[in-house]
């Protein structure tokens, strides 16, 4: 379909081109031949992938890769024990990935909502209700309060109407609509007053339109198109664990084809021992690699998860998690995330006083004025009240809901004044007069009431209500109000004023004049979308914790500005800029002040997504909360995006990595904690691991450049390292956080996982566990090799159990922390440790693992050997030495 700005064409022009009828519509012959050529009104959705596709994912990573290559070699040289042991690991991190991933997309699907299964249209000159999915371009729909829109419609006849498109444009308050051509053609989708747009929802009256959009040619299929095409970012932790991966397969070929050499340097004649060295040098490489690693990390990060999910967040992909905690800017849509989504009485103006409503909640009495300004708002009102249970909701114009609040705060209930006074005529609100009326009849005679915008209100007014006196208006007391009304205005507050008069009989001639001339005065009310409570809190959290929060929304400026500056996210005017303003800026020049704003306003959804680009042009972390339609690109093509899972919208849902299921902006926060502690903790386990490990190599390699017997077999080392440490390195995975977790900065994105602390712990205590291991194998070696290999293997063993107490702070003493802050660690080590006795006290598995019964006097040196590293440590501890002045 020819591509058109349909809010600058006359209905007219609309009718002619679409070859239609406004009283008759489209026949059901050619609304059945276009639907045929333009296709259903649906959204195409990218295929999901499926649980082969999720499974083979987990493959695509440079560790995975490998170990299982260190199986194949394994196998190829016979040692189908070690192959099989590892191929194991690998699948059951792969399946646990696919749970994963698979149970996310099944939670996300729960909270999926129908938007528009029906809609209003005429075909034939006949009205008729159809799926919406049947619409088609020239269809003419029928909306009323409370309709979805269903389509993209250029309006041709409106009555009072007002849509709220707050998933599409980010504007919590609905906006007038009129059927009449706009003369310019850049004017933002807010601004379109002639248009109704798929997805948003009619609050107030009624209207008609032609479909101008259906499907993927609608302004929601356009964002739908800008996420299907966007390309997903690698997650930090997915970056630092390929790196990882890489340093430990090149470390595996170095001191595989190192050993081999040195093998044919002292055995080149002997082709048995040659083929010695060649399965040794594997044995070091399958010992170099941490196999339990990648099923840890993935285990750790689905335990996170569980976690989040308890504290209302569904994350749908795993590494996800840690990205939020090395989160440096958190860009947030302003309506329904920083905001409740839900005008608010903020404060009230009455006999030349402002008050605010938290002054007047709770009040026993209030006073007569205030009575008759509160009863204004809530009776010249048509929101519905609802019984839903225990709780009462509103139903109607958020406006005019807020109104009805306001009366329950003060205790005026509408339903109670509607009995008491009951509405007899009206004037509803229109976009010329600005102003609503409604009479009510008293006892005696009939009481008016009228609200409306202040300026044009003050026009119909003769008198002002005084200290209890009703006086003839003044100039004065026109400036006064005025000033007023100006003063709530630069504070973002919508003003509504309200005025009143009684009348003997309803015998008028003329009945907009004689309801709505000779008013008195009684005040003004201000409103606004107010923040949540919890998230000013929040923001100085993530403010504390080295997190620049961003406010981008499609309301407006002197909105934006208003609550940012209650929020505390920015300081200065200076900080806030306009979609308009930031479209002057070149890519360039927008690069290099994006670091200068902090709230962005009246933006669109290409704004957003360039918003977030350019801040990841500075290499920083980039995460994106939000709700609307409009949000869905920006949370695509983030680092990390959150979606709101009441309110969010599917297409928000569906771009996001992660849903937030109470709507909160304060579980942004959790979830940045919860990142935080996922991401120390699993740097726990790959110090614990590689610390473990650079021990055994350590072992074998001295022994090997010693030309010693093995201290340690293959089969030793796989049991090590899948077994007895896999436990505790789970445990570190549910260590607690640490106080300070929060007042820290974020982590360096590019950062590598081996920072200067870790590797001087890693090397250290790498170095302490192959001596004491060689330790007690020459000690051993006095009874025998067998005893030596025995004690050698349970010297290691139980000494990386004890080990698992250092590692769990690397700045604090286990006796500070205390033993059973962590009591999953107690359980690992009791089960390993177990585990270990039953390897060398079973006949069976004695065999198996060939090791012998060892004496009391063997026993007592294990047990010293094992306690050591602890004191070892515990001293470097003590002396400031374990980690690093960045790390603090």
């Known amino acids: 379909?020819?591509?058109?700005?349909?809010?600058?064409?006359?209905?007219?022009?609309?009718?002619?081109?679409?070859?239609?009828?406004?009283?008759?519509?489209?026949?059901?012959?050619?609304?059945?031949?276009?639907?045929?050529?333009?296709?259903?009104?649906?959204?195409?959705?990218?295929?999901?992938?499926?649980?082969?596709?999720?499974?083979?994912?987990?493959?695509?990573?440079?560790?995975?890769?490998?170990?299982?290559?260190?199986?194949?070699?394994?196998?190829?040289?016979?040692?189908?024990?070690?192959a099989l042991i590892i191929l194991l690991i690998v699948v059951l991190n792969a399946v646990l990935g696919v749970i994963q991933e698979n149970k996310a997309e099944q939670s996300l699907e729960a909270l999926k909502k129908m938007a528009s299964p029906t809609a209003k249209v005429i075909r034939d000159g006949m009205p008729d209700v159809i799926p919406a999915s049947q619409l088609v371009p020239g269809d003419v729909v029928v909306l009323e309060a409370g309709d979805f829109v269903p389509a993209d419609i250029r309006l041709f006849e409106t009555s009072n109407l007002k849509i709220e498109e707050a998933a599409l444009t980010g504007e919590s308050v609905p906006v007038e609509k009129h059927d009449e051509r706009?003369?310019?053609?850049?004017?933002?989708?807010?601004?379109?007053?002639?248009?109704?747009?798929?997805?948003?929802?009619?609050?107030?009256?009624?209207?008609?339109?032609?479909?101008?959009?259906?499907?993927?040619?609608?302004?929601?299929?356009?964002?739908?198109?800008?996420?299907?095409?966007?390309?997903?970012?690698?997650?930090?932790?997915?970056?630092?664990?390929?790196?990882?991966?890489?340093?430990?397969?090149?470390?595996?070929?170095?001191?595989?084809?190192?050993?081999?050499?040195?093998?044919?340097?002292?055995?080149?004649?002997?082709?048995?021992?040659?083929?010695?060295?060649?399965?040794?040098?594997?044995?070091?490489?399958?010992?170099?690699?941490?196999?339990?690693?990648?099923?840890?990390?993935?285990?750790?990060?689905?335990?996170?998860?569980?976690?989040?999910?308890?504290?209302?967040?569904?994350?749908?992909?795993?590494?996800?998690?840690?990205?939020?905690?090395?989160?440096?800017?958190?860009?947030?849509d302003k309506t329904g995330t920083l905001t409740q989504n839900r005008m608010t009485v903020q404060q009230v103006y009455y006999n030349g006083k402002f008050f605010n409503v938290n002054e007047l909640e709770g009040r026993d009495c209030i006073d007569d004025h205030l009575k008759l300004l509160v009863t204004t708002g809530v009776l010249c009102n048509d929101t519905q009240i609802v019984v839903d249970g225990a709780n009462k909701k509103a139903i109607g114009d958020p406006t005019e809901t807020a109104l009805v609040w306001l009366g329950l705060k003060v205790g005026l209930d509408k339903d109670i004044l509607?009995?008491?006074?009951?509405?007899?005529?009206?004037?509803?609100?229109?976009?010329e007069r600005k102003l609503m009326t409604t009479v009510h009849k008293l006892e005696k005679g009939y009481r008016v009431f009228t609200k409306g915008a202040p300026d044009q209100l003050i026009l119909r007014c003769n008198r002002v209500l005084l200290d209890g006196k009703v006086v003839d208006i003044s100039a004065?007391?026109?400036?006064?109000?005025?000033?007023?009304?100006?003063?709530?205005?630069?504070?973002?507050?919508?003003?509504?004023?309200?005025?009143?008069?009684?009348?003997?009989?309803?015998?008028?001639?003329?009945?907009?004049?004689?309801?709505?001339?000779?008013?008195?005065?009684?005040?003004?009310?201000?409103?606004?979308?107010?923040?949540?409570?919890?998230?000013?809190?929040?923001?100085?959290?993530?403010q504390r914790a080295g997190i620049k929060p961003i406010m981008i929304t499609g309301d407006h400026k002197i909105t934006a500005v208003a609550i940012a500056r209650q929020l505390g996210i920015l300081k200065s005017d200076e900080e806030a800029i306009t979609g308009a303003e930031l479209d002057r800026l070149s890519e360039e020049e927008f690069k290099e002040r994006v670091k200068d704003f902090s709230v962005y306003a009246r933006v669109s959804p290409e704004h957003k997504v360039r918003i977030v680009k350019a801040w990841q042009s500075w290499g920083q972390i980039v995460a994106m909360t939000g709700d609307g339609v409009n949000d869905a690109p920006a949370l695509k093509i983030a680092d990390i995006g959150a979606a709101m899972g009441k309110v969010g919208t599917d297409v928000a849902k569906e771009a996001a990595d992660m849903v937030l299921t109470d709507d909160n902006f304060a579980t942004i926060v959790a979830a940045v904690e919860e990142g935080r502690i996922i991401f120390a903790n699993i740097l726990k386990a790959i110090q614990y691991l590689l610390s473990c490990n650079v021990g055994e190599i350590l072992a074998v390699f001295i022994a090997t450049m010693l030309d010693w017997e093995k201290p340690l077999l293959p089969i030793h080392i796989l049991w090590i390292n899948l077994v007895t440490d896999s436990f505790p390195a789970l445990a570190l995975g549910m260590e607690p956080a640490e106080k300070d977790i929060m007042d820290k900065k974020p982590r360096d994105p590019n950062a590598r996982i081996f920072s200067r602390g870790m590797v001087r712990r890693i090397v250290y205590q790498g170095f302490l566990t192959g001596i004491l291991t060689l330790l007690a194998f020459t000690i051993g070696l006095r009874d025998g090799l067998d005893i030596a290999r025995t004690m050698a293997f349970a010297a290691l063993t139980f000494g990386e159990l004890v080990h698992v107490l250092n590692v769990r702070s690397n700045k604090y003493s286990i006796f500070r922390i205390g033993f059973m802050t962590n009591r999953y660690a107690v359980g690992a080590i009791a089960i390993s440790g177990l585990l270990q006795l039953l390897v060398m006290t079973v006949p069976f598995l004695s065999n198996v693992f060939e090791v012998v019964p060892l004496g009391f006097k063997h026993w007592i040196w294990v047990v010293i050997l094992a306690l050591a590293r602890l004191v070892v440590v515990e001293m470097v501890k003590l002396l400031g030495y374990n980690t690093t002045k960045d790390e603090e």
């Open 418 to 431: 509607d009995a008491d006074m009951p509405r007899v005529d009206e004037l509803p609100f229109d976009s």
């Open 182 to 332: 706009l003369e310019k053609e850049d004017v933002p989708l807010g601004d379109r007053v002639n248009m109704a747009y798929s997805g948003s929802i009619v609050t107030y009256g009624r209207g008609k339109g032609i479909v101008v959009g259906t499907g993927m040619n609608t302004e929601m299929g356009k964002i739908a198109e800008m996420i299907q095409t966007s390309q997903e970012t690698v997650t930090p932790l997915q970056k630092r664990l390929e790196v990882l991966g890489k340093t430990l397969g090149t470390v595996v070929l170095a001191i595989c084809g190192f050993i081999f050499i040195i093998g044919i340097f002292y055995h080149h004649k002997e082709s048995k021992e040659i083929f010695e060295m060649f399965l040794t040098s594997v044995s070091l490489a399958v010992a170099a690699i941490p196999e339990g690693l990648p099923a840890i990390v993935t285990i750790v990060l689905a335990v996170g998860v569980q976690r989040m999910a308890k504290r209302n967040a569904i994350i749908r992909k795993l590494p996800a998690v840690e990205t939020l905690g090395s989160a440096t800017i958190i860009c947030s």
């Open 476 to 542: 004065d007391h026109l400036k006064h109000i005025q000033k007023a009304n100006d003063d709530m205005a630069s504070r973002a507050l919508r003003v509504l004023g309200m005025a009143y008069k009684d009348l003997d009989d309803l015998n008028y001639t003329d009945k907009e004049k004689e309801l709505e001339d000779g008013l008195i005065f009684v005040g003004l009310v201000g409103m606004i979308d107010p923040p949540r409570p919890e998230v000013k809190e929040a923001i100085k959290v993530c």
């Open 1 to 82: 379909m020819e591509k058109l700005s349909w809010h600058t064409l006359s209905k007219e022009e609309v009718e002619e081109k679409l070859s239609t009828s406004f009283s008759k519509g489209l026949s059901k012959d050619e609304a059945y031949r276009r639907l045929e050529q333009y296709g259903p009104n649906e959204l195409e959705e990218k295929g999901r992938k499926t649980i082969f596709h999720m499974f083979i994912d987990q493959f695509k990573d440079f560790m995975i890769a490998v170990l299982i290559v260190a199986a194949i070699i394994s196998g190829m040289l016979g040692e189908w024990t070690d």
